[in-house]
């Protein structure tokens, strides 16, 4: 049988209109407009394209949308009395610093000026540390997409074995302690793989669900799975550019080969990508409702 493709754009249009419709509601019943600050520091093309798809979607969903574009030669102090400033504001109820940062700035200082209550990334170590007590008030967005993605499209993941490859605090992490948790969508079996494991093959060959986020095209290949393995994509690496100059985006999976044993895969692009700006959207969402005491 065909492997499932899991369309992540489509699931992301499901959730996004679940969202428009909440969030004219709030708008209605409450006066409530939720609002999302993007911080932008330097000129990283990437960067440049993920925080104006961010806003872009914020405007579409009816969600306050400020931008804060800084030079990349921006000091650290500067960048911090911005956090602080938007901590404090009352429209704005989230906050995004867009990564990576210029190497000059501490990333780990300016995560953890941001209010943890406008933390909608999901990247302080308070809300990190809710979710591994099972308390989580916002998950971190790639991974709570993963989990969606996951759910929506009736994967079980009560009893499976998960096989994580990557260990980053943005994905590898966050992804295995969402799905270790002892509720509907999660209390799954998980092992986590990087740098340091052993025989990874040992792993995914048993695995019934594998999440890739490794950084690096063809880190799965089809001889490392069985048959009806489920195979989530997290990776893209641009390799190349088309002749009109667009990049040419692969995943972290050998998708051609590895869709011939799977039963379900995600697609690169189209799979986890939108759901990322997505769950983004819906933490908003839920900060601003935080906020004003409706959650
Ligand atoms: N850079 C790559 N992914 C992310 C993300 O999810 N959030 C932020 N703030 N920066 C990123």
Known sequence: MPAQIISGTEIAKQIREELRQEIAELKEKH????????????????????????????????IYSERHDLAADTSEEKLLSLVDKLNKAPKIHGILVQLPLPKHISETRVLYAINPKKDVDGFHPVNLGKLV????DYLPCTPHGIQQLLVRSGIETSGAEVVIIGRSNIVGKPIANILLQKKEGANATVTVCHTGTRDILLHTRRADIIIV????????TADMVKDGVVVVDVGVNRVGKTAEGKAILVGDVDFDAVKEKAKAI????????PMTI???MLN??????????LV
């Open 31 to 62: 006066n409530l407009v939720p609002g999302l600050a993007t911080v932008l520091v330097g000129e990283d093309p990437a960067s440049q394209v993920y925080v104006g798809q961010k806003e872009k979607t914020s405007l579409a969903l009816g």
């Open 133 to 136: 007590i099972g308390k989580p």
């Open 213 to 220: 986020a490794a950084g690096k095209p063809k880190a799965l």
């Open 266 to 273: 995600t697609p690169v692009p189209g799979g986890v990508g």
């Open 278 to 280: 997505t769950m983004l």
């Open 284 to 293: 908003t969402v839920k900060a601003a409702k935080m906020a004003t005491g």
